[in-house]
């Protein structure tokens, strides 16, 4: 059974920074890819960042490239989002999902903001 597991969400003050992890389980990274997607109130879901099956790249959308680094520890089937320089429009539950068909998707340089399987979330707020 696949199962993501995320944490390091909290409150954060505009400026600060987070550390996201997602522990996942029951798969491979030979046959499966997890990235990280988030959903504010009111807004669509936003693919965040990913690896990209193809050669690894690491992968944003614009809204957080310069901010964001995502990483991984394969050791640890470990992925992590360093979130630095937060804004309050990056408020938002981060779910980090994946899977084989999420890997596929990756193979063209994006990253899909739906994944085949998908972690329970990990609330960020970005208040003064």
């Known amino acids: 059974e696949v199962q993501f597991v995320e944490s390091g969400g909290g409150l954060v003050q505009p400026g600060g920074s987070l550390r996201l992890s997602c522990s996942a389980s029951g798969f491979t990274y030979d046959d499966y890819a997890i990235g990280w997607i988030r959903q504010a109130p009111g807004k669509e879901r936003e693919a965040v960042s990913c690896f990209s099956s193809t050669d690894g790249t690491p992968h944003y959308a614009d809204s957080v490239k310069g901010r964001f680094t995502i990483s991984r520890d394969n050791a640890k089937n470990t992925i992590y989002l360093q979130m630095n320089n937060l804004q309050p429009e990056d408020t938002a539950i981060y779910y980090c999902?994946?899977?084989?068909?999420?890997?596929?998707?990756?193979?063209?340089?994006?990253?899909?903001?739906?994944?085949?399987?998908w972690g329970q979330g990990t609330q960020v707020t970005v208040s003064s």
């Open positions: 999902a994946g899977g084989r068909h999420y890997r596929k998707a990756t193979r063209f340089g994006t990253c899909p903001p739906w994944g085949d399987y």
